[in-house]
């Protein structure tokens, strides 16, 4: 159980596009989605916590504006960057928490790697 | 920045041979986590420590966690070659609301060699 899919895997875009990623929790019901960046060889990265039905709560320096994040269900949450730069290009990944356990486990999703052009 | 830190940065040992993981944090926390990620992949859990516990053992994995000194460890017995992966320590604090949000250190790069 606790299955999380991002879609999809991998994208490369020109830049000046739009990307959506889209995360899903498969087999539970999701409150809180968190998406990640990460750069080649670092670490995550908090962008963004999101609750379902409400707007997202952004990191500091995370530009809201160019990084828009929908949760409009308790099972998908969807991740847009808008106007993608090659300094967009990185690895982002997606977590989700739906209680159930005392600490609130996040079930990580396999990432989707951006490459922009 | 409230990341935290994790020495060494690589750490490359022959199969066999026990690895062991340092991480260090900044801020009082609720649970302290390990993930591991191999090349280009998600993150798998790996363990849970709570701020209350000192020692935590999981198959061929040992974590503790040093509150007084914000720090944790992380053990991996008889490493094998798929053991080969990026390790990453992360902080579970309580921000004043139903979400925690977790902070990851900026991990260690294992190399197992057969």
């Known amino acids: 159980g606790a299955v999380v899919s991002q879609h999809p895997s991998w994208v490369i875009c020109k830049s000046g596009t739009s990307v959506k990623i889209e995360c899903r929790s498969l087999?539970?019901?999701?409150?809180?989605m968190f998406w990640y960046r990460q750069f080649p060889k670092q670490s995550l990265m908090l962008m963004a916590t999101?609750?379902?039905?409400?707007?997202?709560?952004?990191e500091q320096g995370v530009e809201k504006d160019k990084f828009l994040i929908n949760h409009a269900s308790l099972t998908l949450s969807t991740l847009t960057v808008t106007s993608a730069h090659p300094e967009d290009s990185s690895f982002y990944i997606c977590?989700?928490?739906?209680?159930?356990?005392?600490?609130?486990?996040?079930?990580f999703g396999p990432g989707t790697r951006l490459t922009v052009l | 920045s409230q990341q935290g830190e994790e020495d060494p940065q690589a750490l490359s040992i022959q199969e066999g041979e026990n690895a062991t993981m340092n991480c260090s944090y900044k801020?009082?926390?609720?649970?302290l986590q390990w993930y591991r990620q191999n090349s280009g992949r998600g993150l798998v859990h790996l363990i849970l420590?709570?701020?209350?516990?000192r020692e935590k053992h999981s198959g061929r994995l040992r974590v503790t966690l040093d509150t007084s000194k914000k720090s944790s460890s992380l053990l991996i017995t008889a490493s094998r070659a798929a053991d080969t992966a990026s390790y990453f320590c992360a902080t579970d604090s309580f921000y004043g609301g139903a979400t925690n949000k977790l902070i990851f250190g900026t991990g260690t790069l294992l190399a197992v060699q057969p």
């Open positions: 999101s609750n379902e039905g409400s707007k997202a709560t952004y």
């Open positions: 977590s989700a928490t739906g209680g159930g356990t005392s600490y609130n486990e996040q079930f």
């Open positions: 420590i709570r701020s209350n516990e």
């Open positions: 087999d539970f019901q999701a409150t809180t």
């Open positions: 801020t009082s926390i609720n649970n």
